[in-house]
């Protein structure tokens, strides 16, 4: 309500004016003389002030330079009334001491309530503009202390540094003497009355802040989820070292349903109100984000610490298990240096006492002929065959330790290669009335001598394993592309075929299926074959059933990527 201050040295004035005003809604404070007056101002904020003129000690005159010399009350609307001062030097005077108006008395009280009106009117008109003001002022200094707390959270790097600076805008946007910002542990309460906050303090100004009075903000706020005010120290006890602190305001920093801490504030004069918690609350949700932030940068900030560290470690492991495989596989390369070296050396000095064995036990049998016994012969023949089985071995033995060397690769014409190796076979395909059937294989770059091996030894088996004697030998060889630098070759015969379950074994050095009074051989082709396959980095399998015959399914890349690996 608004407040009018009337001033009159006579009592009969000050009865009749009160009377004139009493219609209107306002509430008045009369003095009797205007140092009562001044005394008045010191505790009520008036809308208009109605003085008499002729006063005793202090006229209406000083009176009102008095009230414009002072800040809180220059701004008064002021009415000057007077029966014997109505000459236009006075009304100047008046004018000219801070008045707004001068009426003589006797005065149409319908003027003075219309005047009255108008002054009140403009009265309220200038708070609620003032209030827009301080209502903007407000905002403008909300939306920049939060920015400040989210630009805090870019360049601070702690947490406390964050809250520090939030601490600081929630003080000045309130008016505040003390503040903190606390985490909040959880739920379970002591009640102990020097108990301080729990948690964790992220900023502090002024007097810790402890006591009943925290506990129950604290409990309060855990309990409604939403900011609480105290306004009453009396009854919350608090304890006589705060006696400074009048009242109280805690604002929660949630996460979505979990309150995890605290903004607290003290010390407002005239206490805290809802517009106070409703500026809080927003820079309690900036703060919030921003610890956010600043925690997930830790948590980026540890995972990449561990990161490198784990890579760190993970490189040293693997530098030193390279090191360690670099080593084996030197001293693998050099064992098998070795090992072909011997195989060569061993080769070479075996092939000699087999010729020998085969050169002589041919004379004794070209001149013992018609000596020898039947059981003799058979010995010898025996001999002689264990002698060109030991020499296929060997032969065999030198082709497998020679795949690993040769010379570089170069582009290859399979066609070429396939017609080359059917011309080895042309007696043997004629005499069985079969045929190899080929076209349109690609160019690849490999080793050609390599290349002619791997096809000599897949179409000698499929001419050799073959079914009873009146089926006719049928092998056909075809390419087709295996993704965008390989090939695929498909070598299929009509041969016996074998079971799939013995497919590791068959490639294996020296293993067989067969019986070698079945079948010739001593099973070293198919392990050269895989030999010959890998050192190009390619790869071959097999699919085969009993009776039905097989196909060899040979993996070639293309291009070499480097030269082709001993």
Known sequence: ??????????????????????????????????????????????????????????????????????????????????????????????YESGGVDFLTKPFNPEVLLSKVRIFLELNEQKQKLEQSVREVLRKNALIEGTDRVRREAIVRDTEEEVAGACLEVARELTASRYGIICEITGRDLPHDNTMSVPGRMLACYGLHLCGTHIEQARVKVLEDRKSCIINEPVSQKIPEAHSSIMNLLCVPLSDGDRIFGMICLAGREGGYSDCDAEVIEPLAVALVEALLRKRMEKDLRDARCELESRVQLR???????????????????????????????????????????????????????????????????????????????????????????????????????AEEVAQIFEVRIKQAGGRVEFCDLPEIEADPTQMKQLFQNLIGNGLKFQQNIGVKPLL????????????????????????EMFLDRIFAPFKRLHNKSEYAGTGMGLAICRKIVERHGGSITAQSRPGEGSVFMVTLPLKQVEKLKE
């Open 315 to 417: 490189t040293e492991e693997l530098a030193s298990t390279n090191e360690a495989l670099r080593l084996h596989i030197a001293r693998v390369e050099s064992i098998n240096q070795e090992l072909q070296e011997f195989a060569f050396i061993a080769s070479h000095d075996l092939q000699e006492p087999l010729r020998k064995i085969r050169t002589f036990g041919d004379m004794l049998k070209r001149s013992n002929e018609h000596s020898l016994s039947e059981i003799g012969k058979d010995y010898l023949l025996r001999m002689e065959n264990a002698a060109k089985r030991m020499q296929d071995l060997i032969r065999d033995l030198l082709k497998y330790s020679r795949v690993a060397s040769g010379p570089d690769s170069c582009d290859t014409n399979l066609n070429a290669v």
């Open 1 to 94: 309500m608004a407040k009018i201050l009337i001033v009159d040295d006579k009592p009969n004035n000050l009865f009749a004016l009160e009377n004139v005003l009493n219609r209107l809604d306002v509430d008045m404070i009369k003095a009797s003389s205007g140092n009562d007056a001044l005394r008045a101002t010191l505790h009520h904020e008036f809308a208009l002030a109605v003085l008499d003129v002729q006063m005793p000690e202090m006229d209406g005159y000083e009176l009102a330079r008095l009230l414009r010399l002072d800040e809180r009350t220059r701004r008064i609307p002021i009415i000057f009334l007077s029966a014997v001062y109505s000459d236009e030097p006075n009304i100047f005077r008046g």
């Open 476 to 499: 056909r060889i075809r390419a087709e592309p295996h993704g965008p630098d390989k090939c695929r070759i498909f070598f299929e015969d009509n041969g016996i075929g074998f079971d």
